[in-house]
């Protein structure tokens, strides 16, 4: 960014100079992400930045606009740089500890409310494996009266989501615990849920090139990756996921988009009921399986 003594920089003015800036490192959208950025910087709306186009940039202000657009050109998603992600209408912190969640994954939220509207609300036992930044279990618990236990092995994404469910006023209706799937959870909580639901790592370990970059150097590895086959996750699920949910309880687990035969086989055998939930794209992404077994 050239400037002399004599340059005066509004937020028009930077938005104009950023937009090519940005494209040219291969940015898409860089216009929005522009805008974005001196909104965060300015601590206020997008679109309200055109109400004060022309108004000066104070130093600090500048160097702060500078710092974000820097990192946006090295591809750290924006996310990260805000420090912000909607997720189901609701505002969720996120960092690198945490993936960033996806309009995809709401699908999960959604089908678990609507199955939950017809179970009483004393069995309304709901597990999520795998929690991240606790968008899954906060949204749902935002939504319907219930009990949530959250799982994951990263005591950093806990942290995250513990502040997440603060902010958003649902902390006493979910039990966090640091560890690997079902073994995380203590001798105390439930055996059983009527309700288990999960977005585990699914991306095999030989796709990393081919992501982009925001997802390939910033997001968790942990939580994109699993192994070379990207089934590793749902193989362990499979091994013990009929035992820890009720007659009659659901389950829903987020898939790639060219996993869902891989993962169904693996739950064949089971007295599990497969239904395939589809994304916006017609893409295959949430399988739903209803276990019919007597307890």
């Not at 679109?47 to 946006?72: A, G, T």
């Not at 930044?133 to 949530?148: F, V």
């Not at 997802?215 to 192994?227: K, M, S």
């Not at 060219?258 to 993962?263: A, C, L, R």
Request: hydrophobic residues 40%; negative net charge.
């Amino acid at each position: 960014m050239e400037e002399s003594s004599k340059t005066v920089w509004t937020p028009l003015k930077i938005i104009q100079w950023a937009v090519p800036y940005l494209t040219e490192k291969g940015i898409p959208n860089a216009r929005f992400d522009a805008e974005s950025l001196v909104a965060h910087a300015l601590k206020m709306d997008r679109l309200k930045v055109y109400l004060q186009f022309d108004r000066p940039l104070d130093p600090p202000e500048l160097s702060l606009i500078r710092e974000f657009l820097k990192r946006r050109a090295q591809h750290e998603p924006i996310q990260y740089i805000t420090g912000q992600r909607e997720f189901f209408g609701f505002p969720f912190k996120v960092c690198a500890s945490v993936l960033i969640p996806r309009p995809e994954t709401e699908q999960l939220v959604e089908r678990a409310i609507e199955f939950l509207k017809n179970i009483p609300e004393e069995k309304r036992e709901i597990l999520d494996l795998g929690t991240g930044s606790g968008c899954i279990a906060i949204s749902i618990a935002k939504n319907i009266s219930c009990r949530i236990w959250a799982t994951d092995l990263s005591e950093a994404a806990l942290k995250i989501a513990a502040e997440n469910a603060e902010n958003l006023g649902v902390a006493q209706f979910i039990q966090w615990r640091k560890g690997d799937w079902f073994s995380a959870l203590k001798a105390t909580d439930p055996l059983r849920f009527q309700v288990i639901l999960s977005n585990p790592p699914y991306i095999a370990s030989g796709e990393g090139a081919e992501l982009a970059r925001e997802i390939r150097d910033y997001e968790p590895p942990e939580a994109l990756f699993g192994g070379e086959s990207g089934l590793v996750a749902y193989e362990n699920l499979a091994k013990t996921l009929a035992e820890r949910v009720v007659s009659d309880g659901l389950v829903l687990l987020e898939l790639h988009s060219d996993g869902y035969e891989k993962v169904s086989k693996l739950f064949k055998g089971v007295d599990w009921t497969q239904i395939l939930y589809r994304d916006l794209q017609g893409h295959p992404r949430v399988l739903r399986l209803e276990k019919s077994s007597i307890d």
